[in-house]
C-alpha cells in the first residue's frame, strides 16, 4: 500500500518522472483478500532562470488507478478506482470456465496551466478490490509534466540587446501539440514592420498591421511569429495572449512576455558648411555655390561625419539621403508640372555614395539652374527652393534608419535686363561670405516621398 509519497522538486522544463504502486492478494475457501493502493503525490517545479519566470506554464497530468479480480468461484464486489482527476471508472465482469472476473479502472489525462516562480500539481489516486476466493491486484500509476509558455527572440544578444534597423523576430514557444483558437501580440514601443526604399507613393514605412498580429490566419492553427524593426533608442516590450484548445477538448488561456529589449541607436556628429546663391560662370549656372574663397567642394558641404555604433555590435553602412520642394516662377507662373511637389532628390542614396563606421563620410550639394535668354525686358524668374536632408545608417542585414536631419533652403529673384543681360536680386543665402551655420538634429522620422525628382525636373 502507498500511503504517502515525498514531494518532489524539478526546476522547469526537466524531465519529469512518474510515482505508481501496485499490490496484490488471494483468498482460498471461504477467507479474504483484498489489495489497495492509494496516497497523495504532490510535485513543485521552481523557476531557475536568469530572466522572470513565465506567465503562463501548461500541466499535463496522466494518472490511471485499476483493480482486477480473476479466478473467482462467485460474483465479487466491484472494485473502486480513481485516479484523482475525477475521471468515472469503468467497470467490466465476465464468466467462464476459470471463474468470475472483474475489471475496473479509472483513467485520464488532463491539462490545465499555472504560471509564477514556483508550480506544485498534486494528485491522490487510489485502487482497493476485496474478494473471498479468487486472486485481486490494485494499480495506480501518475505522471506530471509541464510545458512553459514563453516567447523566444531571435536578432538580439544573449541580454536582449537590439541594434535599431535590425531585424527582430518573436516565437511563441511552448504550445506545439495545442490547436490555437486565437493569439494577438503586443509589440511596444515605435516598432515598425519595414522601411522599404522601393516603394514610392509616401508609404515607406510600413507600421504593423492588426493582421501581423493577430490570428489564427484561415488554415493555420498555430501562432504565427511576429517581425518588426525599431529605429528608436528605447525599451521595447513583447507579449502575447492565446487562447488554445487542449487534445482532450480543453480550452486553456495563456499569456507570454518576452524580456525587456533594450533598443541600442548609433550616434552621430555632421558637419555642415554653406555657401551662398551667386552665379557660377563656369558651370553658366545660378545657384547655391561654395562661398568665393573657401574651398568648399559645394554649395553645402556635409563633412567630418562621424558615425559610432554602440557595443557590442558594429560595421554597418551609412548615406545621406535628401528631399527637395522646387517652387520656380516664370513671370509669376510655375513652372514644371512637379513644381511644388516634394520629392527625393535623384536617388535615396545621394549620389551613390555611401560608407562604413568607423570611417568617416563627406559629401555636398550645389542645387541650382541654368536659365534661357528673356524674350523682353522685365521678364522674371524666381526660384524658392526647400530641402531636407538625412543622414541614415543601415546595420549589416537590417533596413534603414535615420540619425540625425537638417533643412535648408535657397533662393533668388532674376529680371531680363533691356541690354540683354539677367539681372540678380533677392539671393538668399545671400554674399558674400558663408551662408547659415546650419546644425543637423537627432530624429527618429525617416524620410517618406512620393515622387522623385530628376535633375532638371
Request: glycine share 12%; proline share 7%; net charge negative.
Amino acid at each position: 500500500m502507498i500511503t504517502s509519497q515525498p514531494s518532489y522538486s524539478a526546476p522547469y522544463g526537466s524531465v519529469q518522472g512518474g510515482y505508481g504502486g501496485s499490490a496484490g492478494s488471494g483468498a482460498v475457501g471461504d477467507r479474504t483478500g483484498s489489495a489497495s493502493c492509494s496516497g497523495g503525490i504532490d510535485q513543485t517545479y521552481t523557476w531557475q532562470g536568469t530572466d522572470p519566470a513565465p506567465q503562463s506554464v501548461i500541466v499535463t497530468q496522466t494518472s490511471t488507478a485499476s483493480a482486477w479480480i480473476g479466478y473467482s468461484n462467485s460474483a465479487q464486489a466491484a472494485p473502486t478506482c480513481d485516479d484523482g482527476l475525477q475521471d468515472s471508472p469503468t467497470v467490466t465482469s465476465s464468466h467462464s470456465m476459470y471463474g468470475y472476473a472483474v475489471n475496473a479502472s479509472s483513467s485520464g489525462t488532463h491539462y490545465t496551466t499555472q504560471g509564477g516562480a514556483s508550480i506544485t500539481v498534486s494528485c491522490s489516486p487510489s485502487a482497493s478490490v476485496s474478494i473471498n476466493s479468487g486472486q485481486c491486484t490494485a494499480k495506480v500509476a501518475y505522471s506530471a509534466s509541464i510545458s512553459p509558455v514563453t516567447i523566444q527572440l531571435t536578432g538580439v544578444t544573449t541580454d536582449h540587446k537590439l541594434l535599431t534597423g535590425q531585424q527582430c523576430t518573436a516565437t511563441l514557444s511552448g504550445t506545439n501539440g495545442y490547436t490555437v483558437k486565437s493569439y494577438t501580440w503586443l509589440v511596444g514601443g515605435k516598432a515598425f514592420k519595414n522601411y522599404d526604399i522601393t516603394k514610392t507613393n509616401n508609404d515607406q514605412l510600413v507600421a504593423l498591421d492588426p493582421k501581423d498580429l493577430t490570428g489564427p490566419a484561415t488554415g493555420s492553427t498555430g501562432v504565427a511569429p511576429v517581425t518588426f524593426y525599431d529605429g528608436t533608442a528605447e525599451s521595447l516590450t513583447v507579449s502575447c495572449t492565446a487562447t488554445l484548445t487542449a487534445p482532450d477538448g480543453t480550452s486553456l488561456s495563456v499569456s507570454a512576455k518576452a524580456p525587456q529589449i533594450t533598443v541600442l541607436k548609433p550616434t552621430a556628429s555632421w558637419g555642415i558648411t554653406t555657401g551662398n546663391v551667386h552665379y557660377n560662370s563656369s558651370a553658366g549656372e545660378y545657384g547655391l555655390f561654395p562661398a568665393f574663397g573657401t574651398g568648399a567642394p559645394g554649395g553645402v558641404s556635409w563633412h567630418d561625419v562621424a558615425v559610432t555604433v554602440p557595443a557590442p555590435f558594429s560595421g554597418g553602412t551609412c548615406c545621406f539621403t535628401q528631399l527637395v520642394t522646387p517652387n520656380h516662377t516664370y513671370n509669376g507662373t510655375a513652372t514644371g508640372s512637379n513644381n511644388g511637389v516634394p520629392g527625393l532628390d535623384n536617388s535615396f542614396i545621394y549620389f551613390n555614395y555611401t560608407w562604413s563606421p568607423p570611417a568617416t563620410g563627406a559629401n555636398s550639394d550645389s542645387p541650382a539652374i541654368i536659365v534661357p535668354a528673356g524674350k523682353v525686358a522685365g521678364d522674371t524668374v524666381t526660384v524658392s527652393d526647400s530641402l531636407q536632408t538625412w543622414l541614415m545608417y543601415q546595420p549589416p542585414g537590417g533596413v534603414w534608419i535615420p540619425l540625425r536631419q537638417y533643412s535648408y533652403n535657397w533662393a533668388l529673384t532674376l529680371t531680363w535686363s533691356a541690354d540683354g543681360t539677367w539681372a540678380m536680386s533677392g539671393q538668399n543665402p545671400a554674399p558674400p561670405g558663408s551662408g547659415p551655420n546650419y546644425m543637423s538634429t537627432l530624429t527618429d522620422t525617416p524620410p517618406q516621398w512620393g515622387m522623385v525628382h530628376t535633375n532638371g525636373n
